[in-house]
C-alpha cells in the first residue's frame, strides 16, 4: 500500500551522518510502493541540503550528488492546492505544526494513506487524526 514520505525520512536516506536503517528499510519499500508526498517535499530538501553544505556538514558535490539521487527517487508528488493548503492550515493550529508538516498529514489523511515520518511531533499530530505513521517505532 503506498503510504505519503515527509522530508525527515528522505533525509535519514541521504545524509550520511543521518542515514539509518529503518530509513533505509523504507526507500526500499517506496521502490515497490511509490509513496506520495506534497510538492513541497522537493524545497524542504533542496533547503536542508544546502544548508547541509553552509553548514560543513557536505561538500558542494556531495550535496550535488544527492539532489540528483534524490530526484531519481519513485516519489509520487502532488501539488498542494488551495484548498488543501487550508486544511494543513487547520491541522497545523490544532496541533502545532507548521504548515509545512501539516500538509504531509493532509494528503495522508486526504488519501487513507500510512505517514513516514521520524518528526515526532507530525507522528503524534498523525496518530490523533487516526493516522497510521510509519516510524522509528516500527509501525
Known amino acids: 500500500m503506498a503510504f505519503v514520505l515527509d522530508a525527515s525520512v528522505v533525509l535519514a536516506w541521504l545524509l ?46 556531495a550535496r550535488l550528488e544527492l539532489l540528483e539521487a534524490f530526484t531519481a527517487l519513485p516519489i509520487a508528488l502532488e501539488p498542494v492546492s488551495a484548498d488543501a493548503m487550508l486544511r494543513a492550515a487547520e491541522l497545523a493550529a490544532n496541533h502545532s505544526l507548521t504548515i509545512y508538516d501539516a500538509c504531509y498529514l493532509e494528503l495522508a489523511i486526504a488519501r487513507s494513506y500510512a505517514l513516514a515520518t521520524f518528526d515526532r511531533a507530525l507522528g503524534n499530530a498523525a496518530r490523533s487524526e487516526g493516522v497510521g505513521v510509519l516510524d522509528h517505532a516500527g509501525a
Open 16 to 61: 550520511p551522518d543521518e542515514r539509518s536503517g529503518f530509513a533505509q528499510k523504507l526507500m526500499m519499500r517506496a521502490a515497490r510502493e511509490r509513496p506520495r508526498a506534497p510538492s513541497l517535499l522537493v524545497l524542504e530538501v533542496g533547503n536542508a541540503l544546502l544548508q547541509a553544505e553552509r553548514r560543513t556538514r557536505l561538500r558542494r558535490a
